[in-house]
């Protein structure tokens, strides 16, 4: 059974930098590309992120570029979502999701607020 988890978030002020982590497992996790997704309420989910398999192929849209890092550690099963310079427009629940098939984990909260 495939398994996602999400870990990181949290209330966080404007302009911080928490690093989000989600944990594969069920699968061979170095053979896959991995993305990161957000979502508000009544909102569609929208892509943050995408690595390939070996970290070489990076995509980020134009709402996060300059300011999210993704990365992974195939050793440890992990990718990883840096972020910068957080923004209330940046509130959501951020979800990780694998090339392998359509699983989702249960995504962590991270509220940007003062």
């Known amino acids: 059974q495939v398994q996602l988890v999400e870990s990181g978030g949290g209330l966080v002020q404007p302009g911080g930098s928490p690093r989000l982590s989600c944990t594969a497992s069920?699968?061979?996790?170095?053979?896959?590309?991995m993305r990161w997704y957000r979502q508000t309420p009544g909102k569609e989910r929208d892509l943050v992120a995408r690595?390939?398999?070996?970290?070489?192929?990076?995509i980020y849209p134009d709402s996060v570029k300059g300011r999210f890092t993704v990365s992974r550690d195939n050793t440890k099963n992990t990718v990883y979502l840096q972020m910068h310079s957080l923004k209330p427009e940046d509130t959501a629940v951020y979800y990780c999701?694998?090339?392998?098939?359509?699983?989702w984990g249960q995504g962590t909260q991270v509220t940007v607020s003062s």
């Open positions: 690595i390939s398999s070996a970290g070489v192929g990076i």
């Open positions: 069920g699968f061979t996790f170095s053979s896959y590309a």
């Open positions: 999701n694998t090339q392998y098939t359509n699983a």
